[in-house]
């Protein structure tokens, strides 16, 4: 099976562009099946059943997963097994019939603006990593980008000029607007810190970590934590609550959801609709307390 998930993983790569992240977590899900299988004897994908799949789906359950840990492997197995019958490697899909658990949609943590006031100026000092951190802060507030998509980000990805971000997702590319803020930030960074941090001037890479190579996601997380314990922020913080905020701030103040999908690079706008929501709840909260009949 080792050679089937592995072709597989190629065939991510190659031919659907998927990110290093999907990959690497479509490899997980199904060699933490392998393994499993393994154990029950099974060493081919011919040699699975319908039966053997749910054993091992039912295992994540008895073992207490969470619900959407358990559907993202059942996702990962349906969409191995696909990959399988296209390539004429099973003549059955055991895995069609696999059903993933109900998961309760939790509203996303967000920050009041004060909170996003306070974090963002926690960065306050003239040395090269402050003047870094504020800058990775306000861009990430300022255009609600994930985490790989700011730690990746390039030179040309900036036109400072319009106050653009431009930032590739996969195959797709989109603009997002930044304000005076991010732009004020970006510029002393790129003046006054930047090259002093890059090992390698010649680098395209826009942030670089201390020893001056790419940032990675634990970097960046571990940063973030920083200051959200720095402002005293009780709030459990990650670098998706800015983007959540980020969101979430816009629907409040009149943004319409359609700009927000774009911008934030859902490709379906239900999953945008949560900070409709989320808007609305807060809404019903305002008017429960302020309303005389309330």
């Known amino acids: 099976m080792e050679k089937e998930i592995t072709a597989f993983i190629s065939y991510l790569h190659d031919i659907k562009k998927t990110s290093d992240n999907t990959e690497m977590s479509y490899r997980r899900d199904l060699e933490k099946m392998y393994h499993f299988m393994l154990q029950k004897g099974i060493s081919g994908v011919t040699a699975m059943t319908e039966e053997d799949l749910t054993s091992y789906i039912k295992y994540l359950e008895d073992n207490h997963f969470a619900a959407a840990t358990i559907s993202r492997n059942v996702a990962s197995i349906k969409a191995f097994y696909h990959f399988l019958m296209q390539e004429g490697i099973v003549s059955k899909d055991a895995a069609e019939k696999l059903k993933s658990p109900k998961i309760e949609k939790k509203m996303p943590g967000i920050l009041s603006p004060d909170e996003v006031v306070?974090?963002?100026?926690?960065?306050?000092?003239?040395?090269?990593?402050?003047?870094?951190?504020?800058?990775?802060?306000?861009?990430?507030?300022?255009?609600?980008?994930?985490?790989?998509?700011?730690?990746?980000?390039?030179?040309?990805?900036?036109?400072?000029?319009?106050?653009?971000?431009?930032?590739?997702?996969?195959?797709?590319?989109?603009?997002?607007?930044?304000?005076?803020?991010?732009?004020?930030?970006?510029?002393?960074?790129?003046?006054?810190?930047?090259?002093?941090?890059m090992e390698d001037k010649s680098s395209e890479i826009l942030f670089a970590n201390c020893s001056g190579k790419p940032m990675s996601r634990q970097g960046f997380w571990k940063l973030i934590k920083f200051y959200a314990n720095k402002a005293d922020i009780k709030a459990d913080i990650t670098p998706q609550t800015l983007r959540h905020s980020f969101a979430a701030h816009l629907v409040e103040n009149g943004a319409d959801l359609k700009s927000v999908q774009e911008m934030l690079g859902h490709s379906d706008i239900s999953t945008t609709q949560i900070y409709a929501n989320l808007n609305y709840n807060h809404i019903k909260d305002v008017y429960a307390k302020a309303h005389p009949r309330g």
């Open 118 to 197: 306070r974090l963002l100026e926690q960065p306050s000092g003239n040395s090269p990593k402050e003047i870094r951190d504020k800058a990775m802060l306000e861009l990430l507030y300022a255009t609600g980008i994930r985490v790989t998509e700011l730690i990746t980000l390039k030179m040309t990805d900036l036109n400072m000029k319009m106050g653009v971000l431009i930032c590739k997702d996969s195959n797709k590319e989109r603009l997002i607007p930044f304000g005076n803020a991010a732009k004020s930030a970006l510029e002393r960074y790129l003046k006054d810190a930047r090259e002093d941090m």
